[in-house]
């Protein structure tokens, strides 16, 4: 068996056995040091000092190992922990969760959020199993239950979070998320109460070229949870929007003529749900979702008596935004050209600093009976040719009318973020994807 291993982000092939990453540090004295991250063998996973047996649900890739202890959101001079500091300067009376661990149980990322044992959410396709009990978590959701165990009524959790994509410019294996809560008194009285003294507090600045559409009601396809009542969850609700508008105002006061609008949404742990969109190249794009915390959490949390909302959103997306990042891929760039941009605390424009063409190769086959996945042909692709390829996209699909074979014909393209490839180099990357695709497949290469 080969081994890669992983020294920082560069990969080096040599002796077999075992998979390693490690990443460098340095001593006070200015030793250089290895710390191992992650080992693989034949049997096991082990991340952080952690040792996880594999099964059939295993599926986590070593080079998604790699990105584990990243942590970009911790860097302080980075774009996205940049947009997750200014977040938690708005919100400067909630506590901050940032370094709660990637992995998790099947039961903290599906289970304790309401989400059925057959609902597509859990597919092997779209997530990163560890084994069939243990993965990498999908969201920050995860441990909504370990904030509201916590003690504080108002929390933010930010972290990385991991689910199997396609792959284009605004997709990555890895990306980041913010998870906000809060919570009152359940009570007729105390609910409005408490949230119109903590509206006092005067987060919401209007932002001039802000403008916000809102004409969303509670209704029986988006209703009131059973054991709320309208004097509890209208005030809720306001808050809610209160947070949200407030904090939109905030990081995006600087843009010219932003929209901002709100829609009806469905998630199991929250109801009613909203999703909030933002208007960006004459495009609306979701930027968080968020709604009122389905009683049934309060209650697994020991809070009976109190009512909740809850929000999430995508660090990556405000940041390509505000930042004007046009591929996902530069927030891994360890080019300096692309982090000395940036300053803590301050918005500022991405200056490109480079742009070189483009490789284009396609690759067709045809598909055994088996069934298709999508997300399993980028997940290979990503392994074997890593960050150089930008965007794969299916171009065609046949089917032959006598044999009733399926073939389908996906286009690569491949680019460099900060160098010139040689279509040879390409091309050698190229066969190892057919390869690699041919043999983990057993598709019929054209």
Known sequence: MLVTRFVATRIVRGSP????????????????????????????????????????????????????????????????????????????????????????????????????????????????????????????????LQGMRSGYNKFLISGDVFRRDEIDASHYPVFHQMEGVVYFDRDDIKTAEQVNADMKLERLKEAQGVRVADDTIVKPDNPMQDCHTPQTLEPIAAHLK???????????????????????????????????????????????????????????????????????????RLAMVLFGIPDIRLFWSQDERFIQQFTPGQIKKFQPFSKYPPCIKDISFWLPSTEWEEN??????RDVAGDIVESVKLIDDFTHPKTEKRSLCYRMIYRSM???????????????????????FTVELR
């Not at 900060?418 to 994807?433: A, K, Y």
């Open 17 to 144: 056995l075992r998979c390693f990453g490690a990443r460098a540090t340095y001593s006070t004295t200015g030793q250089r040091k290895k710390k191992i991250d992650f080992a693989v063998t034949e049997d096991s996973i082990q991340i952080d000092g952690q040792t996880y047996k594999k099964d059939a649900w295993t599926n986590v890739s070593p080079t998604t190992l790699s990105r584990v202890n990243r942590k970009l959101h911790l860097h302080p001079q980075h774009p996205i922990s940049i947009i997750r500091q200014l977040i938690e300067s708005h919100f400067h009376d909630f506590k901050p969760f940032s370094e709660f661990s990637p992995v998790v149980t099947t039961k903290q990322n599906f289970d304790d959020l309401l989400v059925a044992a057959d609902h597509v959410a859990r597919n092997k396709s779209d997530n990163y199993y560890l084994n069939e009990t243990t993965m990498l978590r999908a969201h920050t959701s995860a441990h909504q």
């Open 242 to 316: 209160y947070c949200i508008n407030s904090m939109l105002r905030k990081l995006f006061a600087d843009e010219p003529d932003l929209e901002v609008r709100w829609i009806d949404a469905y998630f199991p742990f929250t109801s009613p749900s909203w999703e909030v969109e933002i208007k960006y190249k004459g495009e609306w794009l979701e930027v968080l979702g968020c709604g009122v915390v389905k009683q049934e959490l309060m209650n697994q949390a020991g809070l009976h008596d109190k009512i909740g909302h809850a929000f999430g959103l995508g660090l990556e």
């Open 376 to 381: 399993n042909f980028c997940e290979l692709v």
């Open 418 to 440: 900060d160098r010139n490839v040689t279509n040879e180099e390409i091309n050698e990357i190229q066969e190892r994807v057919r390869g690699a695709v041919e043999k983990e």
